[in-house]
Each structure stands twice: as structure tokens, then as C-alpha cells.
């Protein structure tokens, strides 16, 4: 008996020193793996910090990085970054340059440990040591509308619905042909122009006193040192890029009767560009764009139509993304009617619900533009030399830009929206009956 539990001690004993030597492993191999995620996880963190610092800095108007030209790039290697314990490379790549605006790939290798982790980034930055990009000719300060000679407010308006909300400036004089004008905001009359009725403003009704401006101009009146000068921005003329998709819409291009139609942005490649021969919405129907989600607010849409009529019914962009990570889509048209005949008229509208900022359409002709009757357009328009006329109910909820020689907005029709103005550099602005801004 004594033999067999000498045998079976030593048995269980040789068990008892494999089974701590296995779980001695396993604690090894688990520790080895927990040191090993850790270094990944701290490589991770220096790199992605070390590109946001990057961007950051590249980010600002005044830096301290020497951009490499294009095609070419610049390395920075073994870099310390002690509150990680760790090192990172970076490269930049200069992929190309437009003006001052460099497009840049940015790559950022963190390093812990002997552990790398590579991230990288591709955008826009503007690169001028100097200062900031200078502003758009269409930037005009806090003022809602500006105007380079006489601005003419007549009849129409009502204090508790204001025909603009926002400062009024020009370069002249204001002429008030009517009680009932109304302007939220203060107005700025020209440098050599007294800051007073009898100076700024030229009184046309014989028996409104000077004390009755204070109701016409919530915020007073001034006049302003130096006349501010306004310039037509360049237009981006109709021409086909080298690298675009073709799509064919509707029956022809037509969509007239039956149910809502509908078509696709589906991207290729690089490329963000589209072409369509012909556009014609018939009958009110309703033609959706379809904008997958693959764009994103980094991205730059660009359709080029020919022929784009909306004789009467609706064109609306589904975008498929989050909402807050929409792509711009810019409209290039070589030839654009709205109505029968182009007259205007119908039951129109273009981005119906959506955003302004998401849409812009751009215009070549000298054509004159009729938005007329109860139009919904949210979207931005650059006419290059069109009048632009609204009446109706017409609403056009983005910014005009035109370099046209009359902007008229009457009856009930309305532009704008928050951070919205009209640039019209060229044109005389009529502003009345009922019209508003």
C-alpha cells in the first residue's frame, strides 16, 4: 500500500508542477499580449497626434512650415515627443499648388516600443506667411446690402415686417420716396455725405420731418469714411474638364408625366465631375438626385449641363450622408430657362427643403432670370451677366451674385437667409413694393 501512494504522490506532484509551469505560460502570453496592445494603442496616439498638430498648424494664416513644391515632398524623421514617450515621423507631399493654396498629403508614423502606426490625411491649405487670403470682392463687412451710387427706398414696407434686416450701406446717397420704408439695421451713407437727413438723405415727400428717420433706420444713420470699391469676381466659364462621367437622364433628357424620376451621382475614381446633355422637367413632376454618402463635406461636386429647362416642376438633391457631412454641388449651365419659354411662370422650384449652402448654380448668359409666382430655389446663384428679376412669391434662399445691370425684388418675393447677401456690382437694385431682403 505504501509503495502505491509513494507512486501516486509523485504522480500528482508531476501534474501539479505541469499544470503551474502551463498557467505560468498562459499569464506570460496574456501579459505579452496586454503590453503589445498598449504599444500599438500609444503609437496610435502619437501619430494621429502628431497629424492633427500638423494640420492644425498648416491650419493657420501664419506658420512655420516650408512647403515643398509640387510633386515633391519634405520628411521629418525621429522626432520626440516625450509627453508620449515616443517618436514619429512625418511627411508632406505637395500634390499640387493653385495660387496660394497648396493640396497636400500628410503622413504621420507614430512610434513606441519598435510598434509604427501610419495615418494620413489628404487636404486644402492656403500658404502665404504674409497674413490671411485676401476677402472676396463680395465681402462687404456687416452690411446686408451695399450699393456704389444712389440707393432708392420707396413704398411697400411695415415696421413689424421690415424690407431688410441688416445694415444698408452705399458709396452716395439714400433716396426715401415713401413713409412706410423700413430698414432694420443702420445705414451708411458715402464719405463726403453728412450723417444727417439733410446731408445723406435725399427727402422726396415734402412733409416727413427729419425725426421720422429714426423710425425708418432702427440703428441711425452714419456715413463712412472711405468708399468701399466693388468688384465683379471672376466667373468660372462653361468648359468641360478632361475628366468627367457622362449621364444620360430621363427619356432624352425629358422627364414629362407618369411617376417622379430620378437619377444617380455615382462616383469613379478621383473624379467628382458630371456631364448631362439635356435637363427638361415637365408636368410637375418631382426629379431626385440621388448623392451617396461616399461624398462627404470634403468633397466638391461639380455637374456640367448644356441644357437644363425647368419648364415646370421640381429638381431636389437626396443627399444619402449625415446631414452635417453634405458635399457642396456646383451646377455649371451652359444654357438655363425656367417657365414656358423661359419666360418664367409655373410651379418651379430647385433644392426644395434643403440647404443653400449645399447648392450653387452658375449661369453664363446675359438672358434676363424670371422667378416668378411661389418658387422655392435654396441654393446660391452666380449669374454672369443676367438681370435678375423676382416677383410673386418667389424665394431664392441663397446668395446672388450677378454681374447683370438691374436686380429688382417685388411684390412678395424674398432672398436670403442667415449669413445670405446679394453682390451686384454692376446692377441698380430696385427694392419695393412689398419686396424684402
Not at 450622408?321 to 423661359?342: K, L
Not at 452666380?382 to 410673386?392: D, L, N, P, T, Y
Not at 425684388?409 to 442667415?418: D, F, L, M, P, Q
Request: hydrophobic content about 35%.
Amino acid at each position: 500500500m505504501g509503495k502505491y501512494a509513494i507512486v501516486l504522490v509523485g504522480t500528482l506532484f508531476v501534474f501539479i508542477f505541469t499544470y503551474t509551469m502551463a498557467l505560468k505560460n498562459v499569464t506570460i502570453d496574456a501579459e505579452t499580449r496586454v503590453s503589445n496592445a498598449y504599444s500599438y494603442n500609444q503609437a496610435n496616439n502619437i501619430a494621429q497626434s502628431a497629424l492633427m498638430a500638423t494640420i492644425r498648424e498648416l491650419g493657420t494664416f501664419r506658420h512655420d512650415y516650408e512647403l515643398p513644391s509640387e510633386g515633391e515632398n519634405i520628411v521629418l524623421t525621429d522626432q520626440n515627443w516625450e509627453g508620449l514617450n515616443g517618436t514619429f515621423d512625418l511627411e508632406v507631399q505637395t500634390i499640387q499648388i493653385v495660387d496660394d493654396y497648396y493640396t497636400l498629403r500628410i503622413i504621420s508614423n507614430g512610434i513606441f516600443e519598435g510598434v509604427n502606426y501610419v495615418a494620413e490625411v489628404h487636404g486644402e491649405f492656403f500658404n502665404n506667411p504674409t497674413g490671411p487670403p485676401p476677402p472676396p470682392p463680395w465681402d462687404i463687412g456687416d452690411y446686408a446690402a451695399f450699393g456704389d451710387e444712389e440707393i432708392i427706398l420707396g413704398g411697400g414696407g411695415h415696421p413689424d415686417e421690415p424690407w431688410m434686416i441688416g445694415n444698408l450701406g452705399t458709396n452716395d446717397r439714400v433716396t426715401v420716396s415713401a413713409w412706410d420704408a423700413h430698414i432694420r439695421g443702420k445705414v451708411s451713407v458715402g464719405s463726403g455725405h453728412q450723417a444727417d437727413p439733410t446731408g445723406g438723405v435725399n427727402q422726396t415727400i415734402d412733409d416727413m420731418p427729419d425725426d421720422h428717420y429714426t423710425n425708418l433706420f432702427e440703428e441711425g444713420l452714419e456715413a463712412h469714411q472711405e468708399n468701399v470699391e466693388l468688384e465683379m469676381p471672376e466667373f468660372p466659364d462653361y468648359n468641360l474638364p478632361d475628366n468627367y462621367q457622362t449621364i444620360t437622364v430621363g427619356d432624352g433628357g425629358v422627364f414629362s408625366g407618369g411617376s417622379p424620376g430620378s437619377f444617380t451621382l455615382n462616383p469613379s475614381g478621383s473624379s467628382n465631375n458630371f456631364h448631362i446633355s439635356n435637363l427638361e422637367i415637365l408636368s410637375n413632376l418631382n426629379v431626385a438626385v440621388n448623392v451617396p454618402a461616399s461624398f462627404t463635406a470634403d468633397d466638391d461636386i461639380h455637374i456640367y449641363m448644356d441644357n437644363f429647362k425647368l419648364t415646370e416642376g421640381h429638381l431636389d438633391f437626396n443627399f444619402l450622408g449625415s446631414e452635417d457631412d453634405r458635399p457642396t454641388i456646383h451646377m455649371h449651365v451652359d444654357h438655363f430657362s425656367m417657365g414656358h419659354n423661359g419666360e418664367g411662370g409655373g410651379s418651379n422650384s430647385i433644392n426644395h427643403g434643403g440647404d443653400a449652402n449645399n447648392l450653387i448654380l452658375y449661369d453664363g448668359r446675359s438672358t434676363r432670370l424670371n422667378f416668378d409666382g411661389d418658387k422655392e430655389f435654396n441654393m446660391g446663384l452666380f449669374a454672369k451677366q443676367a438681370e435678375v428679376h423676382m416677383r410673386g412669391d418667389a424665394h431664392v434662399s441663397g446668395s446672388i451674385i450677378t454681374g447683370g445691370s438691374h436686380v429688382v425684388v417685388e411684390g412678395h418675393a424674398s432672398t436670403g437667409s442667415s449669413g445670405q447677401l446679394i453682390y451686384a456690382p454692376n446692377a441698380l437694385v430696385h427694392l419695393k413694393a412689398s419686396g424684402s431682403v
